[in-house]
């Protein structure tokens, strides 16, 4: 088994066929893809990579990163991709971590050297040409036949809390994610493309493999990211776009078609379909983004650790306004994709029953294999197949999942469970608020206190009475925020999750004296007197 096989199957096809794109220029057909990364495979082999080896990819979105991947496969080895954002110094922890031998570098964003890798490519150089020039025809570079068990991609974890991991995916993990995407999210045809705007290195670049199977067209923008303007045009100018988005960057286009004055009916024009997940996509925003864009939206739930595939809350799910359900189904993240079972279950891994809220657990063929180099925290993740996802939510009886939190976000005030992400759902209707974001403060009495952070629309005025009258029209009372703080901006990671660690960091650094006064960031404070 091997992923390269889905590059030879299109090689064989439909050979001349424009398969890479940058912007709307031709960078490659499937077969000159398929030549260069044969030739890549030659020369990882002749520098002395042997299969198993790993293979670390540092720069932004490029057409080569397609070539990179498969030229990696073909020699068998395992691909390293990092996220263009990181710093040079958590990319040298990372390549030590995972014994890189070779990397191929954006030389602007890598360290000099990168501890323990042999042969370090800056991906722009001749060096690189030379080696992805190809010198036989693919027919003629054998592929490293691997097991499905044989690692694919080592893909690192965010590591918001902590140091990342590095998540072992295998062949078949990449491959039944593949199979799943036709099933449960969307139907491709050659005729589509893949654009990628949001980072390669992570869901979006695993994308490239449903529509390779299915000989789609893979578009990277000449931007290589998320420009509204330059995406809406790309798809006028080659036929309606697919992509991956979190909710901040579905934001970022809704916000561009209302304020161009767009209709659903231009969107369609540009956009086939936009699979968001990645982070909570609230109801409101959701209903928002439908009305705006049309029904091209798909929602899928997942982590490294079971890559795109956990569940989807489908098309005709969002379309199904006469379901009695329908609202809920909006706020949840959908059913369990074909290829793997989802329980809801206590701390013991125990099933719950529906209704009630548990820890998700997720198993089957996409689940990882563990995490590189650590079996104490692959004990901790996987037992009996179960991959413990540290994502609490609660099953409906037909089986539509709806996410509450994450375990360590979860909030306990006066000994009864707050779940951030109901708050915030509320706090998203009340007039003016454009994002918000919900976390705990240590409180001597209540043990801890519902803070909201509040980013407001741009012509909005503060008024903390008017969202506490919200928030008891729509919450029970101890769940309402005591205390209420105006922010430019919620700080994010590199893939847009609101980094709600460093939200909590800041209120104990800050103390009262800031959460009572205006300053270092806070524009405004509001705090609820009982
Ligand atoms: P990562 O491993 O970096 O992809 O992060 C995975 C985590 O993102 C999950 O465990 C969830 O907490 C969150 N996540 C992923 N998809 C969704 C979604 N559709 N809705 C809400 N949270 C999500």
Redo the contacts with the bound molecule.
């Keep these: 088994m091997s992923l390269v096989h889905l590059l030879i199957r299109q090689a064989r096809l439909q050979p001349d066929a424009p398969a890479v794109l940058r912007g709307t220029a031709v960078w490659a057909s499937h077969r000159q893809w398929a030549d260069r990364s044969a030739a890549l495979a030659s020369h990882l082999r002749a520098g002395g990579l042997v299969p198993g080896d790993r293979v670390l990819i540092f720069m932004h979105n490029h057409p080569r990163y397609l070539e990179l991947l498969w030229g990696v496969w073909w020699a068998g080895a395992t691909v390293l991709p990092v996220n263009a954002k990181l710093h040079p110094r958590e990319v040298a922890w990372i390549a030590g971590n995972a014994s890189a031998r070779w990397a191929f570098v954006s030389a602007d964003m890598a360290p000099a050297a990168l501890p323990g890798v042999l042969h370090q490519v800056d991906i722009d150089s001749a060096a690189a040409d030379s080696l992805l020039q190809p010198r036989l025809p693919w027919q003629q570079v054998p592929v490293a036949e691997r097991a499905p068990e044989d690692l694919a991609w080592l893909f690192y974890?965010?590591g918001t809390t902590g140091r990342p991991k590095g998540v072992m995916i295998t062949q078949r993990n990449l491959m039944t994610m593949g199979l799943t995407y036709a099933v449960d999210v969307d139907t491709v045809q050659a005729v589509d493309n893949m654009v990628y705007a949001a980072p390669m290195s992570h869901?979006c670049g695993l994308y490239a493999i449903p529509h390779l199977m299915a000989g789609a067209r893979h578009v990277v923008p000449a931007s290589g990211g998320v420009d509204p303007a330059e995406l809406f045009a790309l798809g006028r100018a080659l036929g309606p776009l697919t992509t991956f988005a979190a909710p901040t960057i579905v934001k970022r286009l809704i916000d561009h078609a209302e304020s161009m004055g767009l209709s659903p009916d231009d969107a369609a024009a540009s956009f086939k379909t936009i699979v968001y997940?990645?982070?909570?996509?609230y109801a409101a925003d959701i209903q928002r983004a439908l009305r705006v864009m049309g029904p091209r939206f798909v929602?899928?739930?997942?982590?490294?650790?079971t890559p795109m595939v956990a569940t989807a809350l489908q098309r005709h799910h969002l379309q199904d306004h006469a379901h009695p359900q329908h609202a809920q189904r909006l706020a949840s993240?959908g059913v369990a994709q074909t290829p793997v079972q989802v329980r809801v279950a206590d701390s013991q891994g125990q099933p719950l029953p529906s209704g009630t809220v548990g820890e998700v657990l997720v198993k089957g063929d996409t689940v990882m294999a563990g995490y590189w180099a650590d079996p104490v925290a692959t004990a901790a993740a996987i037992k009996d197949g179960w991959l413990f996802?540290?994502?609490m939510g609660v099953l409906d009886n037909s089986g539509f999942l709806t996410?509450k939190d994450?375990s360590k976000d979860l909030l306990i005030s006066g000994g009864s469970n707050i779940y951030p992400r109901e708050v915030e759902e509320v706090l998203l209707t009340a007039p003016g608020v454009a994002e918000v974001a919900v976390v705990g403060a240590a409180d001597a009495e209540w043990g801890e206190v519902v803070v909201a952070f509040v980013v407001l629309q741009a012509d909005a005025a503060w008024d903390t009475t008017a969202l506490d009258r919200h928030c008891l029209e729509h919450l029970a009372r101890f769940k309402r925020p005591k205390r209420y703080l105006q922010v430019p901006a919620l700080p994010k990671n590199n893939?847009g999750?609101v980094l709600k660690t460093e939200l909590r960091q800041r209120l104990t650094l800050a103390g009262d004296e800031v959460l009572t006064s205006r300053g270092r960031g806070f524009n405004a404070v509001g705090e609820r007197a009982g």
């Design positions: 974890t965010s869901g997940g990645g982070a909570p996509m929602q899928i739930y997942g982590q490294g650790e993240v996802t540290g994502d996410l994450r893939y999750k």
